[in-house]
C-alpha cells in the first residue's frame, strides 16, 4: 500500500522550477525516497532517490525535511516535455525490490 | 545500453485465444519484474524474479503465467482472460533484489480482451 500522499495535479509555467511536494510522515529509518514519473504511453522512468540528505543529479534535486515526513522533488527549469505524472514512493533499504506507487501528481507544464 | 524492450506493442486477444507478452533486456540485471497498469491508475505490481526463479507473486489469477527461460527474458503468457484484464502491461529490471539501485522499465504491451 503506498505510503505517500501528492497532490493531484499541478502546474508550472515553462522555464520556471517545479516543486513537487511528497508527505511520508510514517517513514521509517531505513526507508528510502524514490521519484519515478511516467510520460504519456510511456513506462516510468527513475528520476532520483535519497534516504537524508538532498540530492542532485542531472535531471533533479530532492529534498529531504530533517524529520523526514516529506520531501520535495525540484525540476530547476521546467520544459513541455516534463508534463507527466510524478510519483513519490517510499521504499526499505532491504528485501524485495517492488515499488508501490501511489495516485503521483500530474504535472503539467504551461508554455 | 539501459533499453528494456517489450514486444508486441499492442495486443487484441479474445477470451479464448492464448497469447505472450515478451520482455528483453541486456543491462545484465538479475531482477525482472511484471506491472499491470489499467487506465488512469498507477502500476501495479505483479510478480518478481530473481535470478530466474519467481519471488513474488502478488495474489495474480492464474490465467496469467509467467516464465523467465534466462537472465534477459521475461515472458508472460496469457490465457482464458477476461475483458476487465485490458490494461498496460509493464515489464521492468533492476541489477538485483534488495539493492537501493533503480528499476528500468519497458514502454509497455497495451492489452485488449474482447
Known amino acids: 500500500d503506498a505510503k505517500t500522499t501528492q497532490p493531484t495535479s499541478m502546474d508550472c509555467a515553462e522555464g520556471r522550477a517545479a516543486n513537487l511536494p511528497c508527505n511520508h510522515s510514517?517513514?521509517?529509518?531505513?526507508?528510502?525516497v524514490y521519484w519515478y514519473r511516467q510520460i504519456h504511453s510511456q513506462g516510468p522512468q527513475y528520476i532520483i532517490h535519497?534516504?537524508?540528505n538532498n540530492e542532485t543529479n542531472e535531471m533533479a534535486s530532492l529534498i529531504i525535511t530533517e524529520d523526514r515526513k516529506s520531501s520535495t522533488l525540484i525540476l530547476p527549469h521546467a520544459t513541455l516535455r516534463d508534463t507527466a505524472v510524478y510519483y513519490c514512493i517510499v521504499r526499505a533499504q532491504t528485501g524485495a525490490n517492488n515499488l508501490f506507487f501511489g495516485t503521483g501528481t500530474r504535472l503539467t507544464v504551461i508554455p | 545500453d539501459t533499453e528494456v524492450t517489450q514486444t508486441p506493442k499492442h495486443l487484441v486477444m479474445g477470451m479464448t485465444n492464448k497469447k505472450s507478452l515478451k520482455c528483453e533486456q541486456h543491462m545484465g540485471h538479475r531482477a525482472m519484474y511484471w506491472y499491470k497498469q489499467k487506465a488512469k491508475k498507477p502500476p501495479e505490481l505483479m510478480f518478481v524474479?530473481?535470478?530466474?526463479?519467481?519471488?513474488i507473486n502478488e495474489s495474480v489469477p492464474s490465467r496469467f503465467s509467467p516464465e523467465c527461460p534466462n537472465s534477459s527474458l521475461l515472458n508472460l503468457h496469457l490465457h482464458a482472460l477476461q475483458p476487465e484484464d485490458s490494461a498496460l502491461y509493464l515489464c521492468a529490471s533492476s541489477q538485483v533484489l534488495g539493492l537501493e539501485d533503480e528499476q528500468y522499465f519497458g514502454p509497455g504491451t497495451r492489452l485488449t480482451v474482447t
Open positions: 524474479y530473481s535470478y530466474e526463479k519467481l519471488s
Open positions: 535519497g534516504l537524508k
Open positions: 510514517t517513514i521509517s529509518g531505513n526507508e528510502y
